[in-house]
């Protein structure tokens, strides 16, 4: 089983879905932390998309030459095996927005 670490992206099957949820294969951050990823068999992962939002609860994003944005407003906790593979880690600086947009949220 994978070891994910917070602000890794993962290709995630996010199938089956119901209503408004994001579906389908796609690219996932790690937000939870490491101390939680290594004790459980899930992490809380929130969805990347292309689609273009604009709204305060959702950080934009550059990965893999794409724009798109990262969607805190559909954070979800992910069994470890619906992760297939790391397609890498979000910069610096996306790192510290998605932690302010998380604080928000949550606040």
């Known amino acids: 089983m ?7 992206v993962y290709l995630v099957a996010l199938d089956p879905t119901l209503g408004s949820e994001i579906r389908k294969t796609r690219p996932c951050v790690v937000v939870s932390p490491n101390e939680a990823n290594d004790a459980l068999d899930t992490v809380i992962g929130a969805p990347m998309t292309t ?6 609860t959702r950080v934009r994003v550059r990965f893999r030459q794409k724009s798109g944005e990262i969607a805190v407003d559909q954070l979800r906790a992910l069994d470890k095996r619906r992760l297939i593979k790391k397609l890498g880690v979000i910069s610096p600086d996306a790192q510290q927005r998605l932690l302010a947009v998380l604080s928000d949220f949550f606040s």
Do not use: A, L, M, W
């Open 2 to 8: 994978v070891n994910p670490r917070r602000f890794e």
């Open 51 to 56: 689609t273009i939002r604009n709204y305060p």
